[in-house]
């Protein structure tokens, strides 16, 4: 099973990472970490660079696609080299997935016509953009088509897809091999739950990262 | 506010990536990442490398401690370079942190001596080795030393420790900014509720990873 996760400047590290801890402990999982020019990428907030060793030309019928999220993706949202390679590879995948804002990246490839999406709370609005149904979900599923929420939300779109792709005690055994039993110290990880104070705090926090 | 990620080959890269995820959204946060020798640092699978940019001697006196884990910390156990850094950061520090078996680093530092102290399930007994007490809980904090369980308890420590170093109104908006409402699809990642053959095929799976 072949993994390709795609990595760009500017992405979420979390994005990415969280499903590729999952996605490896699959037996005779390949992982690819992919990008348009091999090398390090750089992520939002430029402290930490993930290096992708195959380009893009070098990867080009993955089994399970991951797109992560980030500032990164609104330059890329043009990027008609990388759509077109986003949907080639959608028309021949097994599972094509993304977190956190990599899916208005799928959306602009064309992926999410029609579908059911989500992505960062923040961010939300965008996907009807895409001809997408924005739904506040953690893991959307619509046939071969999964989005995440924000950031650790790939998390749990990879133990899903890790059940779906391998079956359940494949997934329940990575998750304990990740130990993967949150406890969050406190309840304001999903807008719908999170106090308006909080809400507000985070949207500046987001804001004033972009701004660096 | 400075925070140093230690990175080194063989390292689990959740278990950087998830405190990091958290730790950089504090506002004044100055992220390192260092290792003995500066560059790519190859994750446990050898699927990814992480760039450290800094070298140990770079920095000297960072506020806040975070030490990963992995199959890599059994080669550093006794590198004594490399423990000599810990205990002269842990001498200054704010806190000091670990990850996963990151606390078994910790440990061979001196670190845990007389404390109570986590790791990965799998290795909890070892803690006995370095004169900590083994508790099996998710974050662990002992005045200002934190060690989280295995892989993904680096996001639930890092919480902690953003609203112990930043105050709670910080942390629970950064724990909506990473959107941390986690819904595990199985009940399975404490080996306190996965049944006997979940543990069983991790412990195998974790052996089949280490062969590798």
Redesign the interface.
Known sequence: VQVAILLFDGL???DA??P??VL??M?DAE?A?VAAEPG?KWTD?R?????AERSLSDVQQPDILVVPGGFGTRALLADEALLDWIRRVHATSVWTTSV?TGSLLLGAAGVLQGLDATT??LSLDRLAEFGARPVQE??VRQGKVITA?????G??MA??LA?LAAG???????????????????D????R??PP???E??RA??R??QAR
């Open positions: 979420t590290a979390l990472v969280g590729y801890e490896w402990r037996q992982i970490f390090p907030n402290a930490l660079a993930l290096v956190c960062h709370w953690r893991v929420a924000g950031v650790s939300a998390i749990d133990l899903t059940a359940d005690d494949v997934a329940r055994a990575i998750q304990l091999n990740i130990e993967y039993d949150p406890h969050p110290p406190f304001t990880g999903s807008p739950r999170a104070e909080v809400i705090r985070a926090g987001s004033a990262a």
